[in-house]
């Protein structure tokens, strides 16, 4: 026969719960060992004195509520709470408090139940942390994130996925990512990304996709597989990284190698060009060196400026004092005077070319080789009829002209010199080209279409 008694007994004493029993005026009547190691107190220590030793202050009202609903018969679901330990320190507790009736069913007091809640709290407050600084993370970070489960099935994105896409989690959740994927690369990816799934290995795509406003915009995606204690995955965690602008730098990177390799393949043949032209005189050219570089010098300058100017527009004024900083010494002075006016590559280098011409010239026979003589260079664009299309035709002209040097004349040898300030703006920039040798000094005007040498025009 068991002994009913014994074994409740037993019971109590061996549970690793606190288990108390007190009456009706919350004075302690039963006391386990387990309730001795939670608060500190022995039952001698404890029997027979109030319950309230062990609510802090500011708790008393707690032990009021309880035994106002254990007298009407309630019993006290699970709370969390604190409660006093003899050495003065606040302890977590986990309580459920019960009613406790005699034979005849009347409430004489009230059972509790008391476990220590300091590691679950504990436990629960490290989850709490790592999931804000999860959600902080996630929520903060540039790329677009999401998690899918071992499936591929979408489960969650973060806030920057619906800020730039303009979606709902509804829409998203599984496959949903398809509707803002770009129909060209849609089917690629989807399956791209089925074959990482099906091997369990690392995923990596680029591909569009479509902003709230419509836009295209293109995005790498890596994910990686999350794997239990065996090898089954269990999640994949992805992010999305925009790299638009860097599709964008490395397309205008290739087109600058191509135009660069263009014009170095240009620079060279007209560098053999000058060479050829230069000493085709033979005999004519005694100072064929100190010609070809110069020519040579002023290639260099217009290349100093074009790879300044990152081989895009150049200032007219900024070309002409870079190719006659050699002047400066001159015996006779310039003067420069024009528009505003900015230049195509192509044009930089044919007009550069034959100022520099021009200025040796100059230097060397006419107006800049005396003290007293002048050179004026001016340049204007002006309206002309509108052409077959009907829009304006303006004509950009540039003129050189000499006073107050010596007289000239032309030389009846052709040289490459007459090429660079006749024939090449001719057939480089369809220009109209003008060479005087007027007893004053010499003069010379080109006039072409403005387009020819300029789409970026600022009228004065």
């Given amino acids: 026969m068991i002994d009913v008694q014994n074994l409740y007994r037993a019971l109590v004493e061996g549970s690793d719960d606190a288990i108390v029993a007190k009456d009706l005026d919350a004075i302690v009547r039963a006391w386990n060992p387990a309730a001795e190691r939670l608060f500190g107190y022995t039952a001698d220590e404890i029997i027979g004195h109030s319950i309230r030793k062990l609510l802090p202050p500011d708790r008393q009202n707690e032990e009021d509520a309880i035994l106002g609903r254990i007298r009407n018969g309630e019993r006290v679901g699970q709370f969390v709470t604190k409660r006093l330990h003899k050495s003065g320190r606040l302890v977590d507790v986990s309580v459920t408090v019960s009613p406790v009736r005699d034979a005849h069913g009347t409430i004489v007091g009230?059972?509790?139940?008391?476990?220590?809640?300091?590691?679950?709290?504990?436990?629960?407050?490290?989850?709490?942390?790592?999931?804000?600084?999860f959600r902080m993370m996630a929520e903060n970070i540039s790329q677009?994130?999401?998690?899918?489960?071992?499936?591929?099935?979408?489960?969650?994105?973060?806030?920057?996925?619906y800020d730039y896409t303009g979606t709902t989690?509804?829409?998203?959740?599984?496959?949903?990512?398809?509707?803002?994927?770009?129909?060209?690369?849609?089917?690629?990816?989807?399956?791209?990304?089925?074959?990482?799934?099906?091997?369990?290995?690392?995923?990596?795509?680029?591909?569009?996709?479509?902003s709230a406003d419509g836009e295209w915009r293109w995005f790498l995606s890596r994910a990686k597989p999350i794997r239990d204690g065996g090898n089954e995955v269990e999640y994949w965690f992805g992010t999305n990284t925009d790299i638009t602008e860097q599709r964008e730098q490395a397309e205008q990177i290739r087109l600058l190698l191509m135009e660069v390799n263009h014009r170095a393949k240009n620079l060279l043949g007209t560098v053999q060009a000058l060479a050829r032209r230069t000493a085709r005189g033979g005999t004519g050219e005694p100072d064929f060196l100190k010609r070809f570089e110069d020519r040579i010098r002023s290639l260099a300058v217009n290349q100093d400026i074009l790879v300044k100017r990152e081989w895009r527009q150049i200032p007219m004024r900024e070309l002409a004092e870079a190719q006659l900083a050699f002047l400066e010494e001159a015996p006779g002075e310039f003067t420069l005077s024009g528009p505003d006016l900015s230049l195509s590559p192509r044009a930089a280098e044919t007009l550069g070319m034959a100022l520099h011409e021009l200025a040796t010239n100059a230097l060397k026979h006419g107006a800049l080789s005396v003290d007293r003589g002048q050179v004026d260079i001016i340049w204007s664009v002006e309206d002309a009829a509108p052409g077959e299309d009907g829009e304006p035709d303006p004509r950009f002209t540039l003129c050189w002209r000499e006073s107050g040097g010596p007289p000239v004349e032309e030389s009846e040898r052709v040289g490459f010199g007459s090429t660079l300030i006749r024939d090449v703006p001719k057939h480089s920039l369809d220009a109209e080209v003008e060479l005087h040798f007027r007893p004053k000094g010499v003069y010379w005007e080109m006039r072409c279409p403005l387009s020819a040498v300029s789409r970026h025009f600022t009228r004065g």
Avoid at 110 to 132: C, F, M, N, V, Y
Avoid at 151 to 158: A, E
């Fill in 110 to 133: 009230a059972s509790k139940i008391a476990r220590d809640a300091g590691p679950a709290l504990e436990a629960q407050r490290r989850l709490t942390e790592s999931e804000r600084s």
């Fill in 144 to 161: 677009l994130a999401w998690i899918a489960r071992g499936d591929g099935h979408i489960i969650w994105y973060n806030r920057r996925w």
């Fill in 169 to 210: 989690p509804e829409q998203m959740e599984g496959w949903g990512w398809q509707h803002v994927h770009h129909p060209d690369h849609v089917a690629r990816v989807a399956e791209h990304y089925r074959q990482a799934i099906d091997q369990g290995s690392e995923w990596e795509d680029t591909f569009p996709l479509r």
